[in-house]
């Protein structure tokens, strides 16, 4: 795994002290080597971090060029199947005369022979590049199918910059950095900021499974072109569904036994993350089922029982036999990670498993170099505990007629939500609505949605009407606003997992993944998003998915073949950190310091009215709003960092 950065700027000499500096800025990407290319005729510098994990020996370095002289590469990534590439290419008569056994001279070999596009859909694996063919004096940027790796770029100043990081874009002279309040408004409803956008005007990310060419000296840019297109696989794979149950359990058992044996290639020591879950079991017990060894297992332990499956986890290794490292962290230690967000993720991201996936990614590269997780399983087989409640939500709501929701939804957003909540602990246990004050609102809201897509939107968003929070905004659309961009799915459950899919996955979970781990040089790789195990969910129907009143039915039947369903069989526990109660306890000054009225009228990004409003609800106990608040939080901390 590695870093990459470059600019193109015709109209100044190229200083490779520049290209140098924007590379040290993403050292922890890759602390084993580094690498710049110039060209001062064109204006363009590449510049290369290496984390070796495949051929440690100087072929492997970077920036690279092809034999030809035609094109130079920068690459962040790993080509699973570089090998059988390889053949290929020798069996097509290709006079290839191989330096070394790295995965980046496989992927120029492959541009050579079959131009980009061609290449691209080739690939098995996650990766970020930069390619410069010097005969079209074009530069390529690409990036993996899913969204594994990321890719920022764009003009600022004179300057065409790109980079794995924005803090390496940012060590470019011509930065300008100006906070896109458009892309602030977004990110208060998502806690993250979509793809394309990102926080500052001119910059973007490149979508998942896209390159895009960039001519004339960095001017022109084109779109970005698919290269691998998700709705297009959806819908094909739902119209062309079988149902044979045992037949999809051997398939998928096959294609994840693939899947994981190619992320077990590495020339350095590797292990896994074990959360004690079914996504993670799977791959831990896949790995030890094909490793003549014990693989290596890491989890992170809490002492705050609803936030602890650690016990969990070490069950699972005690039954596969790994050699399991497991680490309880205090809330003083979990905290202490909070300063160095910031840092880690260079623009505004607010979901609070970044904290234990941090922590877990510390404690594995203590051991390893290479982590596998289980990261995916949610959205390509139906997991996530919102679908079922969203789900079962508009079931309901679509049997009440339209003017009928409309009377509802006023009368509810009416009702004195504390009074019945005191009203409602003096029903027995099992008659008794958690959190009844918090739901009413919600309630009333989502009785106002008349499509399934608005709903869902509704389901998943942070802040339902951002521009009242963010000034001078204005949010753009997104596919959860513009059913026109969907493809032509059966109903809620597979819109649900598309969407998510295509956003939710890439922009929070991958990018939560990679930067915590790269944070501490540590590669993290995740199977189940191997694009040939994507394609077959969507050839699975969604009642294989979902049955018997369980999500991920058919991963759990592949399971089960490798560890005991006694031993699986429990509720769903998500990994966070209770941030409800510290932002009430010891982050309590460190909050109220951030969201001082004053300071949010001087910095002038927010409205401070209904910020304190949320704040002083959540301090006294009146409402619960730390995920609204965190957001806030996180990107108050994160405009500090940049500033310092």
């Known amino acids: 795994m590695c870093g990459i950065a470059g600019f193109w700027d015709r109209g100044h000499a190229v200083d490779n002290n520049i290209v140098e500096r924007m590379a040290q800025r993403i050292q922890n990407r890759g602390p084993d080597d580094a690498g710049t290319w110039t060209d001062s005729v064109v204006g363009l510098a590449l510049a290369h971090r290496r984390l070796s994990i495949i051929d440690l020996s100087p072929a492997g370095h970077q920036?690279?060029?092809?034999?030809?002289?035609?094109?130079?590469?920068?690459?962040?990534?790993?080509?699973?199947?570089?090998?059988?590439?390889?053949?290929?290419?020798e069996t097509l008569g290709g006079a290839f005369e191989w330096r070394g056994h790295s995965d980046t001279e496989t992927l120029l070999a492959a541009v050579c022979h079959w131009g980009v596009r061609g290449a691209l859909e080739r690939l098995n694996g996650m990766f970020a590049f930069a390619l410069w063919d010097s005969s079209e004096r074009t530069l390529f940027l690409a990036r993996d199918r899913i969204g594994e790796k990321p890719l920022y770029y764009g003009r600022s100043g004179n300057a065409f910059l790109f980079g794995s990081e924005l803090k390496a874009l940012a060590a470019h002279p011509d930065w300008s950095g100006e906070i896109d309040r458009d892309a602030l408004a977004l990110y208060m409803r998502h806690n993250y900021v979509p793809t394309p956008w990102s926080i500052y005007k001119g910059i973007a990310k490149l979508p998942a499974a896209h390159?895009?060419?960039?001519?004339?000296?960095?001017?022109?840019?084109?779109?970005?072109?698919?290269?691998?297109?998700?709705?297009?696989?959806a819908e094909q794979g739902v119209a062309g569904s079988t149902c044979d149950p045992e037949?999809?359990?051997?398939?998928?058992?096959?294609?994840?036994?693939?899947?994981?044996?190619?992320?077990?290639a590495a020339d350095v020591p590797l292990g896994a993350f074990l959360s004690g879950g079914y996504d993670s079991t799977t791959v831990a017990a896949l790995m030890q089922a094909q490793s003549d060894r014990p693989i290596k297992t890491f989890t992170i332990g809490f002492h705050e029982e609803g936030y602890n499956e650690a016990r969990h986890a070490k069950a699972v290794a005690e039954h596969l036999g790994t050699e399991h490292t497991e680490l309880y962290v205090t809330p003083e230690e979990a905290m202490a990670v909070i300063p160095k967000l910031p840092t880690m993720y260079d623009e505004p991201f607010s979901d609070s498993s970044q904290i234990p996936t941090f922590l877990v990614s510390q404690l594995a590269r203590e051991h390893v170099v290479v982590s596998l997780s289980g990261d995916g399983g949610d959205e390509l087989f139906y997991g996530y505990g919102r679908y079922f409640k969203a789900e079962s939500i508009w079931r309901i709501l679509e049997r009440v007629p339209r003017p009928l929701r409309r009377v509802l939804a006023t009368l509810v957003s009416h009702l004195p939500a504390r009074g019945l909540e005191k009203a409602m602990a003096l029903l027995p246990r099992r008659l008794r609505i958690d959190h009844f004050a918090d739901r009413l609102p919600k309630l009333a809201e989502m009785l106002g949605y008349l499509d399934s897509q608005s709903f869902y939107r509704h389901f998943v968003s942070h802040a339902q009407k951002p521009e009242e929070l963010v000034l001078g905004a204005m949010e753009p659309d997104t596919i959860l606003k513009r059913p026109d961009r969907m493809p032509i799915l059966p109903g809620l459950r597979e819109r649900m997992m598309y969407v998510d899919a295509l956003t939710y996955l890439p922009d929070d979970i991958l990018t939560k993944v990679d930067r915590a781990s790269m944070a501490v040089s540590l590669e993290a790789r995740v199977p189940l998003l191997d694009h040939r195990v994507v394609e077959f969910a969507w050839r699975v129907p969604t009642d294989y998915k979902y049955r018997n009143g369980q999500g991920k039915w058919l991963l759990r039947q592949v399971l089960y073949r490798y560890v005991p369903k006694a031993l699986m069989d429990r509720p769903k526990m998500g990994f966070g950190v209770p941030i409800e109660h510290w932002l009430r306890g010891p982050l309590r000054e460190w909050a109220e310091e951030l969201l001082d009225e004053k300071r949010l009228r001087e910095e002038g990004f927010f409205d401070p009215t209904p910020i304190r409003k949320m704040w002083e609800e959540h301090v006294s106990g009146k409402r619960r709003w730390h995920y609204y608040l965190w957001d806030v939080l996180m990107f108050q901390a994160w405009l500090e960092h940049q500033r310092d």
């Open 63 to 89: 920036p690279m060029l092809s034999p030809c002289g035609r094109y130079v590469l920068v690459y962040n990534g790993e080509i699973y199947n570089h090998l059988e590439l390889r053949e290929e290419l």
């Open 211 to 233: 390159f895009v060419a960039i001519g004339d000296n960095g001017r022109d840019e084109g779109e970005p072109v698919c290269y691998w297109d998700l709705g297009r696989i």
């Open 247 to 264: 037949a999809l359990t051997s398939e998928l058992d096959g294609l994840l036994r693939d899947a994981v044996r190619r992320r077990m």
